[in-house]
């Protein structure tokens, strides 16, 4: 079993930036792809980035490029979003995910394990 905790939202003006975190045990991660997904009220959940635990290579949703960087500290079983000039539509209660088989990393339905969700809101 994969238990999967996030940290570090909470409400920024619209320009700056926060670092979340999502703290992974229970499994060995080598082989794993791990995600970031966001939902705003009244949509749909989304894709935001990806990366694969070894080898590290990064996957971005077209809305956060440039913006949004995914990284991961192997010793530690973590991986951040850090997430620069912030705007008022990145307001989501955001999920870290776990998926082992490298299937379609866009879509959630390919990740099993997820955690509880840390809301970031950012004010205009």
């Known amino acids: 079993q994969v238990q999967l905790v996030e940290s570090g939202g909470g409400l920024v003006q619209a320009g700056g930036s926060l670092r979340l975190s999502c703290a992974a045990s229970g499994r060995t991660f080598s082989t794993y792809i791990m995600g970031w997904f966001r939902q705003a009220p009244g949509k749909e959940r989304e894709f935001v980035a990806a990366?694969?635990?070894?080898?590290?290579?990064?996957y971005y949703a077209d809305s956060v490029k440039g913006r949004f960087t995914i990284s991961r500290d192997n010793p530690k079983n973590t991986v951040y979003l850090q997430m620069n000039s912030l705007k008022p539509e990145d307001t989501a209660v955001y999920y870290c995910?776990?998926?082992?088989?490298?299937?379609?990393?866009?879509?959630?339905?390919?990740?099993?394990?997820w955690g509880q969700g840390t809301q970031v809101t950012v004010s205009s």
């Open positions: 995910a776990a998926q082992r088989f490298g299937m379609n990393l866009y879509s959630d339905s390919s990740y099993a394990y």
């Open positions: 990366i694969r635990w070894t080898g590290g290579s990064t």
